[in-house]
């Protein structure tokens, strides 16, 4: 079992940019797929990005592609998300999540961090 937590939202301005940090605590935090989602208000939870255990993959959401980063600290236990170049419609609550390999999907989430942008 793994315990997210997440931090680093904040109030920014449009075109700034924010880095999301996940801390994880419990066993074999490098045997997890980890992951950024994130829910505006009135919507549904989507996507963001993805990395592989290893660092070796990444995956994008179309909407953030070449503005955000994911990054992963294997020895430290943490995921990053660098976010730039922000606009308005990112403005949400971001969650860390993790999975199992096993599994599609995600078995673990954080309690989210509000990331808003202002215009």
């Known amino acids: 079992q793994v315990q997210l937590v997440e931090s680093g939202g904040g109030l920014v301005q449009a075109g700034g940019s924010l880095r999301l940090s996940c801390a994880a605590s419990g066993r074999s935090f490098s045997m997890y797929v980890m992951g950024w989602f994130r829910q505006a208000p009135g919507k549904d939870r989507e996507f963001v990005a993805a990395i592989s255990r290893g660092s070796g993959s990444t995956s994008y959401a179309d909407s953030v592609k070449g503005r955000f980063t994911i990054s992963r600290d294997n020895a430290k236990n943490t995921v990053a998300l660098q976010m730039n170049s922000l606009k308005p419609e990112d403005t949400a609550l971001y969650y860390c999540?993790?999975?199992?390999?096993?599994?599609?999907?995600?078995?673990?989430w954080g309690q989210g961090t509000q990331v808003t942008v202002s215009s």
């Open positions: 999540a993790a999975r199992n390999i096993i599994n599609t999907e995600y078995n673990y």
